[in-house]
Nanobody, 117 residues
Framework: QVQLVESGGGLVQEGHSLTLSCATSGLPGFSIYDMGWFRQPPGKERELVATINGGGAMANYADSVKGRFTISRDNTKETMYLQMDSLILEDTAVYYC?????????WGQGTQVTVFS
């Protein structure tokens, strides 16, 4: 059974940083999959935040986080990360990881990030 488990969220003041982790299990050939971080702000639709290719050399970001967030992965640990710097109130959301494009059966519980002023 494939599991993607997000962790690292929390309550953080504006301008500070957090690092999220996405630990995968049961996903054969993790390194062949493009992966992504997604988020769902309160009362809004889920949106794509950042993507990374299987080898980890190519990343893309939503305009809203470009220059502040960094996506990375460690294929030996089958884990993906999201370094979030200079957090702003608008980054408050539940953050999820998934393949890119996402596969509906892979959505996990997500991890809550709440930014306060």
């Amino acid at each position: 059974q494939v599991q993607l488990v997000e962790s690292g969220g929390g309550l953080v003041q504006e301008g500070h940083s957090l690092t999220l982790s996405c630990a995968t299990s049961g996903l054969p050939g993790f390194s062949i999959y493009d992966m992504g971080w997604f988020r769902q702000p309160p009362g809004k639709e889920r949106e794509l935040v950042a993507t990374i290719n299987g080898g980890g050399a190519m990343a893309n970001y939503a305009d809203s986080v470009k220059g502040r967030f960094t996506i990375s992965r460690d294929n030996t640990k089958e884990t993906m990360y999201l370094q979030m710097d200079s957090l702003i109130l608008e980054d408050t959301a539940v953050y999820y990881c998934n393949r890119n494009p996402p596969y509906r059966h892979f959505w996990g519980q997500g991890t809550q990030v709440t930014v306060f002023s």
